[in-house]
């Protein structure tokens, strides 16, 4: 074991210790008299010695010393009573440190270092032990007080867990401890005098990586938009790398794609995540696509036993699963024997007496009269007792939902549920006959009634007897149904192709929809009822693809087989509006309307969509965008001959999107894609990846030889269309996706026809050894690189569109858009739970009522507009009491759609005018802020300010040219003639004038105007020059009220506006008189005048200000600013 460096004197040492093993910095010796023969003195004396001594006082006999060469000093730092022990610990140093300490020029520097490293080692071990007895173990507290007292984050930030490692700056490392905590990864390192700590927000990784370099046997390297780092030297490496990923992944989902990726309802509250949790939660969503199991579905039990095979004819070991809903099996060699048993099938779960040959037996039996017999089971008793109480529990849910359907089939007279078929042809009353199909589910698969003839009918029927035959004896040997033993055997069946008569069973048996089916009857009738008639943007989409679905099959040229389509696809769109209706859905479903009945192709399109290709159908694709890229990390360790010769591989994995959206049924021949559709529902998404490898290889040298991307698609395309299927000669017609890339190209050399069977099996053999949870693991680091992508296009997209019409330079945009998004972070990080809810649903926006989540646009609400406000503003002064208040103002402002939000569009004009625009642009926004409706009687209330435009204290006025005022006749024409002057007032760059401002607004923007200048280095002057800008500007407003008084002429500028206008002006400032000559007023010309007569204001207006060194102030205080912010209103709550 690793001891806590002791010093002793390397000469001493010798006299009682015989050195095995040496290097310059460490030495591994033995006791002496330990393991000699008898007869020498010193070993006797030595052995005597420890024997008569008690056993605290005991030395163990091995041991490792830390020595600095030519020094007489070294450290005891690890010992163990066994060689094998300690040679362990001597592996680990020469494997992760000795190389290491190489770059220290000074050796006192290297022994401190590794004395460090040791004692973060045993820290860790610790820990370990500790947490594995109980939840909080003290150690753990004591971390997270270092945690927060290091970075300063507020105590909602839950650390999850901490190791020991080093992180690499060039080529030294620093030893401390990595922290990881729902949010951020934190490291922390205090050697030699120097603290190095830096805190990343999992928001910002982009990717992570293990690799190994000259001086690191292996490190995790994480990436971010601005660098990389490098850690290593830990303990459990594969451990660390795990844990990270999990983090970053549920975070990324969490933050970036929280609409379209579900989490776990355990990871949707971030304070419950602790490490268990995440291992609880790896091992969950193994299980769940190991066996494909609904998403919904819990873990409960984890118990290593064996099961009786009859086919065998012994008990097979492995690990048995119990979820809400389900028994699964699994042998130690995964996917070699599978069982799965639906608790809806169980009959009973009973204990046997135990025997020698049987020890603790268990008997499941099911209600096809079948039983299973489980034994060697730890802890059997509890076991049995948590499953019948789950059983209990479902069968009377079971028990109660079947009273209800009879109650309610009591209540109302039966509907038919079936329908004939027959050929409609061209008939006189066609349309009459759809409208009654649209309405009518089929009790039938489509393949009944409209069998696509083939070439060779005979011998496609024997081989289809041949088939049937065949899974005939395999049912009888490992039985039928969803409890059906599944093992090489049935893999080598399904490679053949399932014959037609059985396919529809054998898809919903293995996909296990038929449990779906059972627990939701009527389900079905009820969700077409529902959803016919109602118009979206689903339904549209819906109706545009019906007739490209399979167009050259019988079934789909017909009204019968395009109005179960459109049922089953209407249906699902209304069961599940996130996904709602994607395209790929519509070829999906058509295949499996013709070899399910319709009823059994709706759950089976459930089973895929939502349980065997999980986040594939959503609004932006991310499941598949995932799988291609793991396809292409898969292509690099598993054909690494092609992807030398082809370096960019994301050509092949993008011609390989269809493969995956669609299971090769848009590039296969229709009868060889079937049998690849077999093999998807036997093997879930592993069956794609290793037929879609096989692919690649067996035109790996024409691929490695071509000369661009079109060539490749070609070659791929045309070996692809000549992949047929034994039943038939001549392949059948493909879909359109597959006829319009067909084309040859002459350059290009022919590929030989190859059979569908030949290539799966193919794919077994040389990709056989891919496995679920290898899958699983790739999806959890590349689910974080397709998210950032996202991200990316998001923030291009945003700044494309905002560039235009600012000038701040497009690096420091970047920023700031980064300072904006991070705002929003880190209120979902640090925010209660509904502040982090409202946050994270305003950075969705909606088409239209009828449409999901179209793109994600990142706004703020009022505070974190002022902690950015506060953060951003040029203007000295920002900390006093009324830069709160103007901040308010500036918000109200900007909020042109009164939502109590602002986009970053909205941000970056403002901020644009403060650090870019002329001195009277940057007048002309303070003036803005002291009218209404920035400006209101009650500023205490925020609800209070409305919008400028849509204000109802102050009507919209727009300058009407004087040859259409009258035409302008009623409400209707003016929002028109309003529309085409605004468009016209920006293609012209015309101003609106602005509104005049009163005494008590004139009053206010002299007092933001003094709070601007406390704090400048010319504060003097300039309280001087706005005393006489103050004392003009009221004179001329004197000037102006006595004018009106005496009858004076209104200026011209305001004879437009009408009495409507004034009297609203004078409603909003709250003396309620319905005229504005007796009001002491002055104009926005009349301020900017007098402001530009004093030359100490116009430089303070003018002085130039750096956006990015401010921007890169922000950047340093933001977190720990808002941090403050968000721990105070929590304690303060």
Same mark, same amino acid.
């Given at each position: 074991m690793w001891l806590n460096p002791e010093e002793v004197l390397l000469k001493n040492a010798l006299k009682l210790w015989v050195t095995v093993r040496s290097n310059d910095f460490f030495l591994l010796q033995r006791r002496r008299g330990h393991g000699e023969p008898t007869g020498r003195i010193t070993g006797l004396l030595v052995g005597a010695l420890d024997t008569v001594l008690d056993s605290n006082a005991r030395v163990t006999p091995f041991r490792i010393l830390l020595q600095v060469p030519g020094s007489q000093i070294s450290w005891v730092i690890a010992s163990g009573a066994a060689i094998e022990e300690?040679?362990?610990?001597?592996?680990?140093?020469?494997?992760?440190?000795?190389?290491?300490?190489?770059?220290?020029?000074?050796?006192?520097?290297?022994?401190?270092?590794?004395?460090?490293?040791?004692?973060?080692?045993?820290?860790?071990?610790?820990?370990?032990?500790?947490?594995?007895?109980?939840?909080?173990?003290?150690?753990?507290?004591?971390?997270?007080?270092?945690?927060?007292?290091?970075?300063?984050?507020?105590?909602?930030?839950?650390?999850?867990?901490?190791?020991?490692?080093?992180?690499?700056?060039?080529?030294?490392?620093?030893?401390?401890?990595?922290?990881?905590?729902?949010?951020?990864?934190?490291?922390?390192?205090?050697?030699?005098?120097?603290?190095?700590?830096?805190?990343?927000?999992?928001?910002?990784?982009?990717r992570l990586e293990r690799v190994s370099t000259g001086l690191m046997t292996e490190a995790i390297r994480v990436n971010t938009r601005q660098r990389q780092r490098e850690f290593s030297m830990f303990l459990n490496l594969d451990e660390a790398f795990g844990v990270i990923g999990q983090l970053a992944d549920i975070a990324l989902r969490r933050l970036l794609d929280s609409e379209g990726l579900e989490l776990d309802r355990v990871l949707q509250q971030p304070t419950r995540i602790t490490k268990r949790i995440l291992e609880e939660q790896a091992l969950r969503e193994y299980v769940l696509a190991l066996f494909r199991l609904p998403r919904g579905e819990r873990l409960h039990e984890v118990a290593s036993c064996s099961i009786w095979t009859p086919h065998g004819r012994c008990h097979t070991a492995g690990t048995l699963y119990a979820t809400d809903s389900y028994l699964c099996f699994s042998s130690r060699e995964e996917g070699s024997c599978i069982l799965l048993i639906p608790l809806s099938e169980v009959l009973s779960i009973e204990k046997v007496e135990s025997t020698s040959l049987l020890p603790n037996p268990v008997i499941v039996s099911v209600r096809t009269k079948k039983a299973f017999q489980l034994i060697e089971l730890p802890d059997r008793d509890e076991l049995v007792e948590n499953l019948n109480s789950r059983l209990r529990s479902l069968q009377w849910k079971q028990t109660m939902f079947r009273s209800k359907k009879d109650g309610r089939r009591s209540m109302s007279a039966p509907t038919p549920y079936y329908t004939f078929y027959y050929d409609t042809g061209h008939s006189d009353e066609e349309e009459k006959e759809e409208q009654v199909l649209r309405n009518t589910i089929n009790s039938e698969a489509l393949m009944t009634a409209f069998h696509q003839n083939q070439p060779g009918t005979n011998s496609n029927k024997g081989t289809e007897q041949v088939k049937e035959r065949l899974w005939e004896e395999h049912f009888l040997e490992f039985g039928r149904g969803v409890h059906m033993f599944r093992t090489n055997k049935i893999q080598r069946l399904v490679a053949m192709?399932?014959?037609?008569?059985?396919?529809?069973?054998?898809?919903?048996?293995?996909?296990?929809?038929?449990?779906?089916?059972?627990?939701?009857?009527?389900?079905?009738?009820?969700?077409?009822?529902?959803?016919?008639?109602?118009?979206?943007?689903?339904?549209?989409?819906?109706?545009?693809?019906?007739?490209?679905?399979?167009?050259?099959?019988p079934a789909f040229q017909n009204p019968t087989g395009i109005a179960a389509l459109r049922r089953v696809l209407t249906a699902y769109a209304h069961r599940n509006p996130k996904i709602g209706y994607c395209q790929s859905m519509n070829i999906l479903a058509s295949v499996l309307l013709l070899y399910a009945k319709e009823e059994e192709a709706f759950w089976l399109l459930v089973a895929v969509c939502e349980r065997m290709l999980p986040d594939y159908f959503n609004r932006r694709v991310i499941g598949a965008q995932v799988d291609q890229s793991v396809f292409e990390e898969l292509i690099r360790e598993r054909l690494p001959e092609l992807a030398e010769h082809v370096p960019d591989l994301s050509t092949l994995s993008s011609v390989s999107l269809s493969w995956f959206l669609t299971l090769f049924l848009s590039v296969l021949p229709f009868h060889s894609a079937v049998c690849v559709v077999d093999c998807f529902f036997f093997h879930g998404?592993?069956?794609?990846?290793?037929?879609?490898?096989?692919?690649?290889?067996?035109?790996?040298?024409?691929?490695?030889?071509?000369?661009?991307?079109?060539?490749?698609?070609?070659?791929?395309?045309?070996?692809?269309?000549?992949?047929?299927?034994?039943?038939?000669?001549?392949?059948?017609?493909?879909?359109?996706?597959?006829?319009?890339?067909?084309?040859?190209?002459?350059?290009?050399?022919?590929?030989?026809?190859?059979?569908?069977?030949?290539?799966?099996?193919?794919?077994?053999?040389?990709?056989?050894?891919?496995?679920?949870?290898?899958?699983?693991?790739?999806?959890?680091?590349?689910?974080?690189?397709?998210?950032?992508?996202?991200?990316?296009?998001?923030?291009?997209n945003g700044l494309r569109i905002v560039t235009p019409d600012v000038s701040i330079p497009p690096e420091n945009l970047a920023d700031v858009y980064d300072l904006f998004k991070t705002e929003h972070f880190i209120s979902l990080y640090w925010g209660d739970s509904s502040s982090a809810a409202a946050a994270e649903a305003a950075a969705w926006r909606y088409a239209d009522s009828g449409r999901s989540y179209m793109e994600r646009?990142?706004?703020?609400?009022?505070?974190?507009?002022?902690?950015?406000?506060?953060?951003?503003?040029?203007?000295?002064?920002?900390?006093?009491?009324?830069?709160?208040?103007?901040?308010?103002r500036t918000f109200t402002l900007l909020d042109q759609d009164c939502d109590n939000l602002v986009t970053f569009r909205e941000f970056a004009g403002w901020l644009d005018t403060l650090y870019c625009e002329e001195l009277n642009e940057k007048i002309r926004l303070?003036?803005?802020?002291?009218?209404?409706?920035?400006?209101?009687?009650?500023?205490?209330?925020? /609800? +209070?300010?409305?919008?400028?435009? #849509?204000?109802?204290?102050?009507?919209?006025? @727009?300058? &009407?040219?004087?040859? %259409?005022?009258?035409?302008?006749?009623?409400?209707?024409?003016?929002?028109?003639?309003?529309?085409?002057?605004?468009?016209?007032?920006?293609?012209?760059?015309?101003?609106?004038?602005?509104?005049?401002?009163?005494?008590?607004?004139?009053?206010?923007?002299?007092?933001?105007?003094y709070s601007m200048f406390h704090g400048d280095p010319e504060e003097n002057d300039l309280f001087q020059a706005i005393a006489t800008v103050t004392s003009l500007v009221l004179q001329i407003g004197e000037a102006s009220h006595r004018g009106h008084s005496s009858g004076s002429e209104v200026p011209s500028r305001e004879k437009g506006r009408g009495a409507a206008e004034?009297?609203?002006?004078?409603?909003?400032?709250?003396?309620?008189?319905?005229?504005?000559?007796?009001?002491?007023?002055?104009?926005?010309?009349?301020?900017?005048? /007098? +402001?530009?007569?004093?030359?100490? #204001?116009?430089?303070?207006?003018?002085?130039? @200000?750096? &956006?990015?060194?401010? %921007?890169?102030?922000a950047k340093e205080k933001q977190y720990h600013q808002r941090a403050g912010l968000l721990t105070l209103q929590q304690g303060t709550s």
């Open positions: 300690v040679n362990k610990h001597w592996d680990w140093l020469v494997h992760n440190l000795l190389r290491s300490l190489s770059v220290f020029e000074n050796k006192e520097d290297a022994a401190s270092f590794v004395r460090g490293k040791v004692k973060g080692l045993i820290a860790e071990e610790v820990r370990g032990r500790q947490a594995a007895q109980e939840e909080e173990p003290e150690k753990f507290r004591e971390v997270l007080l270092k945690f927060e007292l290091h970075f300063g984050l507020p105590s909602s930030e839950k650390l999850v867990t901490y190791y020991s490692c080093c992180c690499w700056k060039g080529r030294v490392p620093r030893q401390g401890f990595l922290y990881l905590s729902i949010n951020h990864m934190a490291f922390y390192s205090f050697l030699l005098g120097k603290e190095v700590k830096f805190v990343i927000p999992w928001a910002e990784v982009t192709g399932i014959p037609e008569s059985l396919r529809g069973e054998l898809w919903m048996t293995l996909s296990d929809a038929s449990s779906e089916l059972e627990s939701h009857q009527g389900y079905y009738t009820s969700m077409v009822q529902k959803s016919m008639g109602l118009s979206s943007l689903a339904t549209e989409e819906i109706e545009r693809d019906l007739h490209r679905s399979l167009p050259d099959h998404i592993k069956a794609i990846f290793q037929l879609g490898l096989a692919a690649l290889e067996a035109n790996s040298a024409q691929l490695s030889a071509s000369t661009d991307d079109g060539q490749a698609l070609m070659i791929l395309t045309s070996f692809l269309d000549q992949v047929g299927n034994e039943e038939s000669s001549c392949p059948p017609s493909s879909p359109p996706a597959a006829e319009e890339t067909s084309s040859s190209d002459t350059d290009i050399p022919a590929v030989g026809p190859t059979n569908i069977t030949d290539l799966i099996n193919e794919s077994y053999e040389k990709f056989g050894d891919l496995t679920v949870r290898q899958i699983e693991k790739l999806r959890c680091r590349h689910r974080i690189r397709v998210l950032q992508a996202h991200e990316d296009t998001t923030k291009e646009q990142y706004r703020l609400d009022r505070p974190q507009f002022k902690s950015l406000y506060g953060l951003l503003t040029p203007w000295p002064g920002s900390s006093n009491q009324h830069s709160d208040t103007l901040a308010n303070l003036y803005r802020l002291h009218i209404p409706p920035a400006l209101t009687e009650s500023e205490a209330d925020p /609800s +209070l300010m409305k919008s400028p435009l #849509l204000s109802t204290n102050r009507p919209l006025h @727009v300058n &009407l040219p004087s040859d %259409v005022e009258g035409d302008v006749t009623d409400y209707q024409e003016q929002l028109k003639q309003m529309l085409k002057d605004l468009v016209k007032e920006r293609e012209k760059d015309v101003e609106k004038p602005l509104p005049l401002m009163n005494q008590r607004e004139f009053i206010q923007f002299c007092k933001t105007l004034d009297a609203g002006v004078d409603a909003s400032r709250g003396n309620g008189s319905l005229a504005a000559e007796n009001e002491w007023t002055v104009s926005y010309a009349q301020i900017l005048a /007098s +402001l530009l007569t004093e030359q100490a #204001l116009v430089n303070f207006f003018e002085k130039p @200000v750096d &956006l990015s060194a401010k %921007v890169a102030e």
